[in-house]
């Protein structure tokens, strides 16, 4: 299965690689020659520790190129009455009576704790391409769904705000 992409995550992406390959490879391979200096390597912990930082940056690299190269890119252009991608999304939850607000993302920018909730969650799933007014069923399971209704849609003027989940 191929991630979904926009275009502006596929960017924020290679800015990310950029700056890890001029920026952070520098620091972590100036970090190994300053602690291989300071003699026996076999019990040198910031040797261990800076040999870890310099290989965690690589693996970082390699996974964002990887992420590039097999994403299937798609837009983030939606009806300005229809919930899509980078949409803020303010929804009523009937069995809590509650309004909440959250906006649709790509999985790779998915944060719930910040409500980004990717297209592909149950929740994403069940809003995407409905409007203002609409009752949603969101099936959580066969065994389990609920019922929301979108009280309003805006879309994300911010988009710095979205930002790429780093591991």
Same mark, same amino acid.
Request: no cysteine; aromatic share 8%; glycine share 6%.
């Given at each position: 299965?191929?991630?979904?992409?926009?275009?502006?995550?596929?960017?924020?992406?290679?800015e990310e690689i950029e700056y890890r390959?001029?920026?952070?490879?520098?620091?972590?391979?100036?970090?190994?020659?300053?602690?291989?200096?300071?003699?026996?390597?076999?019990?040198?912990?910031?040797?261990?520790?800076?040999?870890?930082?310099?290989?965690?940056?690589?693996?970082?690299?390699?996974?964002?190129?990887?992420?590039?190269?097999?994403?299937?890119?798609?837009?983030?252009?939606?009806?300005?009455?229809? &919930? $899509?991608?980078?949409?803020? #999304?303010? *929804?009523?939850?009937?069995?809590?009576?509650? !309004?909440?607000?959250?906006? %649709?993302?790509?999985?790779?920018?998915?944060?719930?704790?910040?409500?980004?909730?990717?297209?592909?969650?149950?929740?994403?799933?069940?809003?995407?391409?409905?409007? &203002? $007014?609409?009752?949603?069923? #969101?099936? *959580?399971?066969?065994?389990?769904?609920?019922? !929301?209704?979108?009280?309003? %849609?805006?879309?994300?003027?911010?988009?710095?705000?979205?930002?790429?989940?780093?591991?």
């Amino acid at each position: 299965m191929f991630d979904e992409l926009t275009q502006k995550d596929i960017e924020k992406m290679q800015e990310e690689i950029e700056y890890r390959k001029l920026v952070v490879r520098k620091e972590a391979l100036e970090s190994v020659k300053e602690a291989r200096a300071q003699g026996d390597l076999s019990e040198n912990f910031e040797y261990k520790a800076a040999k870890q930082y310099k290989n965690q940056n690589e693996g970082r690299i390699r996974y964002l190129e990887k992420m590039i190269k097999t994403a299937k890119v798609v837009s983030d252009e939606s009806k300005d009455d229809e &919930v $899509g991608l980078n949409t803020r #999304v303010e *929804v009523y939850f009937e069995e809590d009576d509650e !309004v909440e607000e959250y906006t %649709i993302v790509t999985t790779i920018r998915g944060n719930s704790l910040k409500g980004l909730i990717s297209k592909e969650s149950p929740l994403g799933e069940a809003l995407f391409g409905h409007k &203002v $007014g609409d009752r949603v069923e #969101v099936k *959580v399971n066969e065994n389990y769904s609920y019922f !929301v209704q979108i009280k309003s %849609i805006g879309k994300n003027v911010d988009d710095d705000a979205i930002g790429i989940r780093k591991f």
